[in-house]
């Protein structure tokens, strides 16, 4: 995404004295770019400075207004809330920082204006559509202002909590005075009066020549005539982080008012950026984050300024243990790469406000989607463009908001591989949606196919075909493919993220929605979640994520080729969708865990393991597959099955033919490999593994084979195909990669084995000693008999 990024001040410069502002804005700036955001920082050229004029700033709003148009941004960010009156009229998406609680600071500077400029301030904020603040109480502060704005905050408010943070490698303090050195540092703002705790500190540093206060503040810009004289005794920011380096503690102090209690200030997290513990008042938010890591000292009372110094003097570990909280507190949340994710959640689907007038809402008929309608209103506007009401006509046709009435349906938006159904993915999407289509609800699925569509009723499924018109809506899949290269998906996974780039993902999923009675959303992998969000926010009803793995995380793992930067981009946006999602289906404990560590809300998250088809295995009947795919009659059969372009799967066969088969061959154990799906490598791995393509049905097959084992070196979620051999009585043994995510004990329901020669003694046995084999068959089919498809999807309903 390509980001316009309007700052009050030009770019942080280590030699010149540097703003709150400017340190904010380089910390988020350098997080997008790390996201893989392409940023484009501009501000408006200093008054006084009009010579030094260049392109990175503008001078008027006819100037900027060029620039934006000629530079086809995607999102637009500013920094300060004033610079929104500089923007031009903008389809694009704004996001302001309003990081300053500005109505408080007023109070404080000019009392005289408060009630201009805060008529003002709710004017430009009408031109914003989503906002960052530092802290809850600032989001609270905020509401009121944006009902007064007109934006409709019923649902939920359009804001969203990044606190000022560090940037980067936090500094390490490095004091070789011997004296305990506590700084203040800072601008002298008139909401912040804290001579009572300098005048104990002086009094302090004159008692004890074993400490020092420093004092490191300047005027209040705008105070008066010398208020640019006395800014110039704050040194240039290389200057002051050397400084603040060379203390010990820094302080956060000042009489107690209503700005304080406010504030998420920038100073303190300089002192945290440079290594210092804090000492800060109990009234300000940030202290609740002190005291929680441990991270300083939180103090209502200039008096116990006495106690913590003496306490320190005495016991010199007190200080390193608080600079191991402000470590901790910085890496759990005070650093730009976890604070700025509510922020990259909105930018992976940026949406304008929406700016009602609450005293009187639209009524639609019941049958009708009240959200869509608005939409469509907003289409046909009479101050619209005739291009505009042409298309909003024509949208209106084509997706109706009349909806049948009936049992609300499920709709399911996937990857496309799902037929011949013969791995892991296919196998969970396509008997989950069989079996939550006997439960009494029809499933409707769409996939990356623009011709079909698919039914699912009573476990039966129906083809369908879209009309011709909505596959003429959608830009060619080429174009597609190549703009989700270009933003650093990786092309191995591709066909999981599809959806970020291909609107005909969107328009599918609409069309659907409008024309069949959904109550519910069933994306299956993150991305697909955007296109049911679309629907969702025109027809209601909740989406399902079900996350097969943690995909960011996997594919970190699997292709070594991935830069920081798209590894950044993938984890994002997986985060942002699980967010946007009403609930999340893990197949394992560990993925769920792991989603909890991201920050995804716990009681939304639910772990329902994979089923298997209990049915089809115990009533096959099996085939001779020695016969049916010309194996040695005398070769016992070790099976395997999955999709050979996934990487771990050929890795698996890759062991099996240079680590296993020799070493049973010097054994002189015969046995051959039946590797059933897609996808094989075009060159012989083994003489020993047969290859045998997509098989219909598993379940006449993996029952006539003797042994299966799965020797995977990688990989994520939960191995499937485990709970298929359980459930065809064939006996299993397999790494501990390779049955990851299964409760199951080694010796119990399976053969648990990592090391090779271990893996091999355990085929020999157990081909030999078909008391041991029909013991470990006999445990794992009990393990899975209450893993049967429609029992499992039952624990789905309510979360739909």
């Not at 208020?227 to 820094?250: P, R, V, W």
């Amino acid at each position: 995404m390509k980001i316009l990024y309007l700052s009050l001040d030009p770019p942080l410069n280590l030699e010149t004295v540097a703003t709150g502002n400017q340190v904010r804005v380089q910390g988020i700036l350098e997080t997008l770019q790390m996201a893989g955001h392409d940023i484009v920082q501009s501000f408006p050229a200093p008054d006084h400075n009009t010579s030094n004029f260049t392109s990175d700033c503008y001078r008027t709003k006819d100037e900027l207004e060029s620039f934006i148009s000629g530079k086809k941004f995607d999102a637009i960010v500013v920094g300060y809330w004033s610079l929104l009156a500089h923007l031009p009229d903008t389809r694009l998406p704004v996001i302001l920082d309003f990081i300053a609680p500005r109505i408080l600071e007023l109070m404080f500077q000019d009392p005289d204006s408060l009630l201009e400029k805060t008529a003002e301030l709710i004017e430009t904020l009408q031109r914003a559509d989503h906002f960052l603040v530092g802290n809850q109480r600032q989001s609270d502060l905020l509401l009121s202002l944006l009902l007064q704005a007109g934006f409709d905050c019923r649902e939920q408010m359009p804001v969203s909590i990044v606190p000022i943070s560090t940037r980067g490698e936090t500094g390490l303090s490095e004091n070789s005075s011997g004296k305990l050195r506590l700084i203040n540092a800072g601008v002298n703002w008139p909401w912040r009066n804290s001579g009572t705790y300098k005048n104990i500190l002086d009094k302090l540093s004159g008692q004890n020549e074993r400490v020092e206060f420093v004092e490191l503040t300047g005027a209040c810009p705008g105070e008066g005539s010398e208020a640019d004289e006395n800014k110039t005794s704050l040194l240039n920011y290389a200057a002051m982080q050397e400084e603040l380096q060379a203390c010990d503690i820094g302080l956060e102090l000042g009489e107690r008012n209503t700005e304080r209690e406010f504030s998420h200030s920038f100073r303190s997290i300089e002192y945290l950026q440079c290594g210092l513990p804090i000492i800060i008042n109990t009234w300000i938010p940030l202290s609740r984050q002190i005291e929680k890591y441990n991270a300083g000292w939180v103090i209502e009372e200039a008096g116990e300024l006495k106690g913590i110094v003496e306490s320190i003097l005495a016991e010199p570990k007190l200080l390193a243990d608080k600079k191991i909280g402000m470590e901790n507190l910085i890496k759990a949340e005070l650093n730009y790469g976890s604070s700025c994710i509510p922020l990259l959640d909105y930018l992976a689907l940026p949406i304008k406000a929406e700016k009602k007038n609450l005293q009187q809402p639209k009524v639609a008929a019941a049958a009708e989607s009240p959200r869509l309608l608005e939409f469509l209103e907003k289409q046909t506007e009479v101050k619209s463009s005739p291009v505009k009401v042409f298309l909003g006509a024509v949208f209106k046709t084509l997706f109706c908001p009349s909806r049948p009435e009936s049992t609300p349906d499920i709709l399911m938006v996937t990857r496309s591989d799902l037929f011949p159904t013969d791995h892991g993915a296919a196998v969970k999407i396509v008997r989950t949606a069989e079996s939550l289509s006997r439960q009494g609800r029809d499933v409707w699925l769409t996939t990356d196919s623009r011709r079909d569509y698919y039914q699912f009723k009573e476990g039966k499924r129906k083809t369908y075909r879209f009309p011709f018109y909505i596959r003429l809506l959608c830009l060619p899949r080429l174009f597609a493919f190549a703009r989700l290269l270009l933003k650093g998906y990786p092309e191995s996974n591709h066909f999981l993220y599809l959806p970020v780039t291909d609107i005909s993902y969107v328009v599918r999923t609409i069309w659907l929605a409008s024309r069949k009675p959904v109550g519910a959303y069933q994306a299956e992998f993150p991305a697909y979640v955007r296109p049911c969000r679309f629907a969702r926010s025109l027809f209601g009803g909740k989406i399902l994520l079900v996350q097969h793995n943690i995909e960011y995380v996997r594919i970190k793992n699997q292709v070594p080729e991935l830069t920081r930067k798209n590894y950044f981009t993938l984890k994002n946006l997986e985060i942002a969708m699980c967010r946007l999602a009403d609930n999340i289906v893990a197949v394992s404990e560990n993925d769920r865990q792991k989603m909890i560590e991201d920050g995804i809300a716990a009681e939304k998250i639910h772990t329902i393991p994979h089923g298997v088809d209990l049915q089809a295995f115990r009533n096959s009947s099996p085939v001779d597959i020695r016969m049916k795919y010309g194996l040695p009659a005398q070769d016992k059969v070790l099976v395997y099955h999955g999709t050979y372009s996934y990487p771990p799967n050929l890795e698996a066969m890759e062991v099996m033919a240079k680590e296993i088969l020799p070493r049973l061959e010097l054994k002189g154990v015969q046995v051959s490999v039946l590797a059933i799906g897609s996808k094989a490598p075009d060159f012989p791995l083994h003489e020993k593994i047969h290859f045998v393509g997509s098989i219909d049905d598993l379940s006449t097959v993996i029952p006539a084979a003797d042994l299966a084992v799965v020797p995977l070196q990688d990989g994520g979620g939960t191995r499937m195909k485990i709970l298929d051999y359980f459930a065809a009585g064939v006996p299993v043994i397999s790494t501990t990669k390779g049955i990851e995510g299964i409760p199951v004990k080694h010796g119990d329901e399976a053969l648990i084995i990592n090391d090779y020669d271990a893996i091999c003694n355990g085929i020999e046995d157990l081909l030999s000693d078909n008391e041991a084999a029909e013991k470990l068959s006999e445990a794992a089919d009990r393990f899975v008999d209450s893993l049967s498809w429609d029992k499992i999807v039952r624990r789905y309903l309510p979360l739909l």
